[in-house]
């Protein structure tokens, strides 16, 4: 047996420094390093010189409910939420007619539906196909009507959310198989095949989007004889999907070039002939490993619809420019920015968040 | 056809070198007339949005000046002034949708100009509005006249006409400015009212307008009386068909005699049964008018009565009836000292 230690004074050890509740986490997020405390100072202050004004700005001298802006002009100081009240239609549907907007809200449920069951991994097999074809005849019929007991509604009325989210959702939805395509077709032995592809994804990616919308939108109906047009949507649409196919090829190349030998060389001793080699070992451990660029560029190209503004297509943020100039509302800039920066934000950060959660979720083995 | 094809390389060319206005007329054939009248729906080229000019108002309608003379063409055409589908455009692809053939006609505030007219096969119709750039200032500044704003800080948007004539004005003058450039037109108002710049300067109506509406206190500021260039604003059409150029001429000088004659949407009814031998030629009372047009005789009589006139546009627009609140000015009848002057309807 040893001796217990002998307990004196002495040795008396202060007891351990919390390590929960707030005072611990402060210290150990705000408080760790001199650095840290002098950023959190900064920080702190910033949030109080900036935070009250814009609380009073938003909230206390704001302006929620007038039908007219004078009321907004006479608050000075205070953001004017009447006009989002007044123009909130405008900016959500754009020049869509005024009593049909029902059907361009219901698209755009119907389009964030798809977009949601895409995200569920219960529907990754065939049944998601038919999920889309018939979303995509439901957004059809919603938007243009002119069957079944709905008016017609030419696609040059549409706009605002819906449109947004039209051109993103099928902008990527088509560009990804094509930028898978393109991936494996840069990467494949045969040159005809591989020089094409290397041609196409460098052409695309060494010209912005804007000049590809630009040049689809006034240079293309030049080379048309006169009177057969394709129709401007249609083709701001193809351009949108052109330009995320390249990007998409060379994020989908990037994973294919992160497989080991060894599975290509593992496959091919199993006998498994290339698609099935491609298809059921290398495209979806590929895949997986590019799931956050991927990601970003999703992110990035929902934000790019709105340089559709170029061609006057009337997106979601080109109905917001619009609904600034209306005489009788001028002046309350910041207020619509605002608004439909939330708008964009609450897209964004879904993206983001959900492509967190997949990642933790297919984590088998990559992850460093 | 290869005609067509070689005129758009030439104007890929032309993009390719940074502008789009000297390119080659496409010279379509085909008559537009026809095609609008087959068509039955009028396709026109407006402003994105530009409020007063062409705007969609809150439930998505197209208001403004520029707006309402699509509408009387389409009165003009088949009597009914909704038969329009408007086409908003940006100022790079305004031209180019016109000369492919994607409108019929162009009215989206564009400057009159001898190169638009004569060299990338458009032609003007008549004038709209009548504006010019003008300078805006604080009262405080003590300032009367352009002639003693040298040294001053000018605020001015980029990638306009606006920044060259300012240069070239103050170059003529031998006077100095310091340009403080904004690309977006909200950020410049904005910059210039919280005191960034000593000046502002674009058209008189946006000074206008900008005064009006976004101004802490519009009676602090004013316009000066210099006008430093000339930018009359109107509708445009294709090369090639002289019979819809006519048609679109005259729906707006309609509009403007329809003003000068008293001859407004409420009183044409009343109208028709006017003494006056001007009132019953533009009303079809007396037939003639329409036909040689190649329209119905009631051509006019549709316009003012689904349109209004002239003068009632300009109100409900830019003028007295709207926010903007701007003058006549030039944009007043030539018998009351503006530059509203149509050719006479016989």
Known sequence: ?368 | MKKVKATAFAVLAMVAAGSVGMAASPALAGATFDAVKARGILQCGVNTALGGFSAPDSKGEWQGIDVDVCRAVAAAMFGDASKVRFSPLTSQARLTALQSGEIDMLSRNTTLTLQRDAAIGLNPTGVTFYDGQGFLVPKKLNVKSAKELGGATVCVQSGSTTELNLADYFRAQKMEFKPVVFEKLEELVAAFFAGRCDVYTSDASQLASGRALQAPNPDDYVILPEIISKEPLGPFVRHGDDQWHDVVRWSLFAMIEAEEYGITSKNVDEMLKSNDPNVKRILGVTPGMGKALGLDDKWAYNIIKLVGNYGESYERNVGSGSKLNLPRGYNAQWSKGGLLYAWPIR
Request: with cysteine; proline share 5%.
């Open chain 1, 1 to 368: 047996m040893t001796n217990a230690p002998e307990i004196t004074g002495e040795t008396d050890i202060a007891p351990p420094v919390s390590s929960t509740g707030i005072v611990a986490w402060m210290r150990e997020r705000l408080f760790s390093s001199p650095l840290n405390i002098i950023m959190t100072v900064l920080c702190g202050l910033l949030v109080i010189a900036t935070l009250p004004p814009f609380i009073e700005w938003a909230l206390i001298k704001a302006v929620w409910i007038s039908p007219t802006a004078d009321a907004c002009r006479a608050a000075r100081g205070g953001a004017c939420w009447a006009f989002i009240a007044e123009k909130h239609r405008l900016i959500l549907f754009g020049l869509y007619p005024y009593d049909e907007q029902w059907r361009p809200l219901l698209a755009a449920l119907v389009n964030i539906a798809l977009i949601v069951a895409s995200c569920m991994r219960r529907f990754w097999n065939i049944r998601l196909l038919y999920i889309w074809g018939i979303g995509l005849v439901l957004i059809s019929w919603l938007m243009w009507g002119g069957v079944l007991g709905l008016s017609y509604v030419e696609n040059t009325k549409w706009g605002g959310l819906p449109l947004t989210l039209i051109l993103a959702t099928f902008g990527v939805g088509f560009a990804f198989p094509f930028g898978i395509v393109l991936a494996l077709g840069r990467r494949s032995n045969m040159p005809a095949i591989k020089t094409l592809c290397i041609m196409y994804i460098e052409l695309i990616r060494g010209v912005p989007l804007i000049s590809l919308l630009f040049m689809s939108s006034v240079m293309l109906p030049l080379f048309f004889p006169e009177g057969f047009s394709i129709d401007k949507l249609l083709r701001a649409q193809i351009a949108i999907i052109m330009f995320a196919a390249a990007y998409i090829a060379e994020v989908v190349r990037g994973g294919l070039q992160a497989i080991p030998k060894g599975q290509y060389e593992a496959a091919d001793a199993l006998g498994l002939s290339y698609w099935k080699k491609t298809g059921l070992i290398i495209l979806p451990q590929a895949l997986k490993i590019v799931i956050p660029p991927m990601v970003s560029l999703f992110i990035a190209m929902f934000k790019d619809t709105s340089l559709v503004v170029i061609i006057g297509i009337f997106d979601l943020m080109n109905a917001t420019k619009a609904s600034l100039t209306d005489t009788a509302w001028k002046g309350f800039a910041v207020e619509s920015y605002i608004f439909v920066s939330i708008i964009y934000f609450v897209f964004c950060f879904s993206m983001s968040k959900y492509s967190q959660q997949l990642e933790a979720r297919l984590a088998t083995g990559h992850k460093r």
